[in-house]
């Protein structure tokens, strides 16, 4: 089985080769050429992670001093140190994986299902206003209006709605660049299949739910991930909305402003990277989805 | 016919009352909080924005004025004003946003094409949208600081006397902060555009090759007019978006040795503040000068849309 395995995974790298050759000389050069800048920008990302994790199991004087070393032994406890001293304004690590798990569990879920829902009754029921929805979100995105967040921070402050639990509640809005991205796809999805379950008795929401709603499950899984990995890396909404209730996200960073006075860099690193874990688990299962479910605009025959 | 069975009201109950109450409230259901939510913190931000840059706060007392937008041109046209220099940053950052959009467009391209170790490149080039910007920013700035690299490039390259820091040297701190643009936004908008890509039919990129179209004239002359819906789209946003460009400017230098932009100069409007945000007037001056920016802004979209003619017709959102 295993043989098996490795001898088509040669026959597949033997077949990538020649294709790679089998080109006219002046693409294969560009191939070759655009294949080396690939390496470099690839190799570049990796060594982030890299130089993160080895940071981590630094000593602070090894980080400052010889950041670009290897660290003499090991410094394994600083990864367990972590959870024992990370604090922020009152909220350990788990604390603030807490709040990290909140916003970017709920925030994109509620969000998701509010464009999803939006697009779909806009796109397949005929009601006045029906075109209004897609006409703002257009205009919103291709005019977009600067400076009103010194008043949407008022309005946030006047509703209690900084370092509160309640700033989910923002999630609520679903007239943004996702409703576009259901809008296309159930634009994609056929009506008959509603039509069928209309005469066999179902209603409008059994319809959406168990129809329609699965038919796009893929794009909303890919979209669900994208904006759950966006939120739990969103560091400048939680500074300013948040600084109070911190996430790991912008908890962190504040940890880091702090640490200048506390000369623990070695836990910042360690802190950084047991951060990254929970959204690079879920690309390593997720990729796929993610990669090749979202699509915006149709094809041109 | 299509038009009919995308309806329901026209198509499946066209025989019964279209008025019915049930599918009444089930639209409204879907309606009606997004609505809620755009009304009040859309329509009602934007509207009270546009109120307070007409006025100031004086010991509590609130004046109408126009002093906002006095202050805004007299710092825009003094020499070496914070804003002047957000202008330029933010129009050279947005003409480095354009051109990384073509080279990720053409990373997206040879991705699709399958060159060598493309799964792989596709995972790695993910890496940095999957982590934290903090998390980034905090490792780039020790390999640009003193003891790194690139400091003594820069230290070669210019001939000094010393290592310079550079991002903490407005010599070098635009160009570090661009650097670091250019680096992450290498790959482009991946997930869109290999979704485009991917549904282009093989049989169109089959005859092509028989016709003996090379890479260029693929990239640009079949693929881009196919998934042009896409491109037009993400270009228009890209162009609308152009008060809005900025690199990681607050996590590098927070605006610092000359690298501000206008939408990190109205973040740290915010994140600076202290005491009543109802009696700041910072947010009052952000609020005029984010309405010259958008009167500027929506006159580029409309001049954009005229000149353009045909070619974001067919856009599809």
Known sequence: MIREFKMSWFKNLGHRIVCFFNRPLSETITYIIVFFIFCTFALSYLYIFFWGIIAGLKTHSEIVLSPFNLPKSPQWQNYIDVFRLLNVNGYNFFGMLYNSLYFSLLGPLIQNMISCMLAYVTNK?????????????????????????????????????????????????????????????????????????????????????????????????????????????????????????????????????????????????????????PPLILFAFFNKTLMSNVSLGGIKE | MLENSKHPKNAVLKHKNPIKLSRVIFILSFILIPTLHFAIFYVYVNLNSFIMAFQLNKGGTIYWTLENFSRFFTEFLSNGSEMGQAFKNTFITFIIQQVMFLIGFLVSYFLYKKIFL???????????????????????????????????????????????????????????????????????????????????????????????????????????????????????????????????????TKGGYGTQTLSNWMYMQIYNLTGNPGESNAFNYMSAVGMMLTIVSVTLAFILRKLSGKIFDEVQY
Do not use: C
């Not at chain 1, 999805?189 to 069928?196: D, G, K, L, N, R």
């Open chain 1, 125 to 277: 029921y005929k009601f006045l206003g029906s075109k209004f929805y897609m006409l703002v979100v257009t205009v919103m995105l291709i005019m977009p209006i600067y400076g009103s967040g010194g008043s949407a921070y008022r309005l946030y402050y006047n509703l209690g709605l900084i370092n509160s639990y309640a700033h989910i509640i923002l999630a609520f809005g679903g007239m943004n660049m996702t409703y576009l991205l259901y809008h296309a796809a159930f634009s994609s999805v056929s009506w008959s299949y509603a039509e069928a379950a209309f005469i066999d008795g179902a209603n409008d929401y059994s319809v959406f739910f168990k129809i329609m709603l699965p038919q796009v499950m893929k794009i909303f899984g890919a979209l669900f991930l994208l904006a759950w990995i966006a939120d739990w890396n969103n560091y400048s909404s939680a500074l300013i909305y948040l600084p109070k209730l911190p996430t790991l996200a912008g908890g962190i960073y504040l940890f880091e402003l702090d640490m200048i006075y506390h000369v623990r860099r070695d836990i910042l690193y360690a802190a950084y990277m047991i951060t990254a874990i």
């Open chain 2, 118 to 252: 493309y799964r792989a490149f596709r995972v790695f080039f993910f890496l940095p949208s999957l982590v934290a910007g903090t998390i980034v920013s905090s490792i780039f700035m020790k390999i640009v600081g003193v003891d790194g690299p690139f400091s003594l490039l820069f230290q070669k390259m210019f001939n000094l006397d010393y290592r310079p820091e550079l991002l903490a040297d407005s010599q070098f701190a635009n160009q570090t902060v661009w650097m670091h643009m250019i680096w992450l936004s290498f790959p482009g908008n991946m997930v869109l555009f290999g979704g485009a890509f991917g549904r282009i039919p093989e049989s169109v990129i089959e005859s092509a090759k028989l016709d003996g179209v090379n890479w260029i004239q693929e990239a640009f002359r079949i693929i881009v007019p196919m998934v042009w819906p896409t491109i037009g789209l993400l270009l228009m946003l890209n162009i609308a978006g152009i008060f809005g460009a900025s690199g990681s400017v607050f996590l590098l």
